[in-house]
């Protein structure tokens, strides 16, 4: 089985630069996860999407990296039926001239 949750979008401190440790801004999280589907053992993608949010709004990490590692770690540990995780993690309004992402890729 697969889940797919497509332009999850919130406001949140993320970054090196000094206006980025003060303001939040626009971040965008895509996330593909294939899993053991067995009748009574599913993923809520409900709870996968606060799973996301409440991790990376309450640690405000400096790099994109360190939230996609961790982030694939907190997923991983809380459901151990994932056979493949991909997440990428969006900051669309940080340069003018593009849209900057960072992607990760975990086979079990």
């Known amino acids: 089985m697969t889940i797919e949750i497509e332009a999850l979008e919130f406001n949140t ?3 090196l ?3 980025e440790r003060i303001t939040p801004q626009k971040v965008r999280v895509d ?3 294939d899993y053991n589907y067995t009748n009574k053992n599913f993923i ?5 999407v606060i799973i996301i949010k409440n ?3 309450t640690k405000k990490y400096e790099l994109l990296e360190d939230a996609l590692i961790d ?3 907190e997923i991983i540990k809380t459901y151990k039926n994932i056979e493949r995780l991909k997440i990428k993690i969006t900051k669309p309004d940080i340069l003018d001239d593009c849209i900057v992402s960072l992607s990760r890729s975990v086979y079990q």
């Open 13 to 15: 401190i993320i970054g």
């Open 17 to 19: 630069l000094d206006f």
């Open 31 to 33: 996330l593909e996860l």
């Open 44 to 48: 809520n993608y409900a709870d996968l």
């Open 55 to 57: 991790n990376i709004i």
């Open 71 to 73: 982030l694939e770690k």
